[in-house]
């Protein structure tokens, strides 16, 4: 039995695992592609993005979970310091709409009222820039101010006919509004300009890739996530930019000596 080549066998598999923790964590980034052949790099299998995780020690999976934590932790760092405000503003359109977002525990079993979670969020359809919030109620009290502080004077919003956003145009001053009733029409038959399915497409998109079993603080990280990639375009960025853009980002929350580092 040659020993040699045994241990020689057992490292190079131990390297190939390796090399597939590190490709699976910078998938998860979407730093890379996940169709074969499209990264940039030796047979498409492991590009330049891959490798510097790979030179970092992202070995266990508990150590790229603890990345990918962190993150998603660095998107809500960045939108809050590099956002511009508000969204939308003069002649933008937003669709608003709320979202129930259910989970069952263990994948098993019926749905609680307690592990059912309500998400507000908007869309712009010219700039495609996203808000999404946890809430707790659906009334005048919480959805309001969230739209007075998420969305800018002079925007066109559309939504459904849920009663609080009737009063966008009483109780709030500097936004035109019209409403589809979808309980008759997905599209206002009178105006092929009003419906909400931006909107209902995005919590196709954010439901799509959200684990669960979730509390609301993890649902906010992930929601933040879905905003980053919407903000910055992430789909038309090529590896190299995504890579970047993350590594320029990260260098503002920990700039190092003398610099004011972003915060929340």
């Known amino acids: 039995m040659d020993i040699s080549y045994d241990a020689e066998q057992a490292e190079s598999q131990q390297v190939d695992r390796d090399d597939n923790k590190a490709v699976r964590f910078a998938k998860y980034l979407k730093l890379i592609d996940s169709d074969p ?91 495609r820039e996203c808000f999404l919030v946890p809430v707790v109620r659906r ?5 309001l101010p969230l739209i007075e502080k998420n969305i800018e004077q002079g925007t066109h919003i559309i939504s459904d006919m849920w009663r609080v956003y009737g009063l966008i145009p009483t109780q709030l001053q500097g936004y035109t509004h019209d409403a589809v009733n979808h309980s008759q029409n997905f599209v206002d038959p009178n105006n092929p300009d009003v419906d909400t399915q931006n909107a209902e497409n995005m919590w196709g998109r954010v439901k799509a890739n959200l684990p669960k079993n979730l509390t609301n603080e993890q649902k906010g990280a992930y929601f933040s996530k879905f905003m980053y990639e919407q903000k910055y375009k992430w789909v038309d960025l090529t590896t190299g930019q995504r890579f970047k853009l993350m590594c320029d980002h990260i260098s503002h929350i920990y700039p190092g000596p003398f610099k004011v580092p972003w915060t929340i």
């Open 37 to 127: 052949g499209t990264c940039p790099g030796k047979n498409g299998s492991v590009c330049g993005q891959a490798m510097v995780l790979k030179g970092t020690d992202v070995g266990s999976e508990t150590t790229i979970i603890h990345w990918a934590s962190f993150i998603r932790e660095c998107y809500g760092v960045v939108l809050a310091n590099d956002r511009q405000g508000k969204i939308g503003g003069p002649e933008l359109t937003l669709e608003i709409d709320e979202s129930h977002i259910r989970a069952r525990k263990y994948e098993v079993g019926r749905v609680l009222r307690s592990q059912a979670v309500w998400a507000f969020g908007s869309i712009c359809r010219e700039t």
């Open 139 to 143: 009334d005048a009290a919480t959805l």
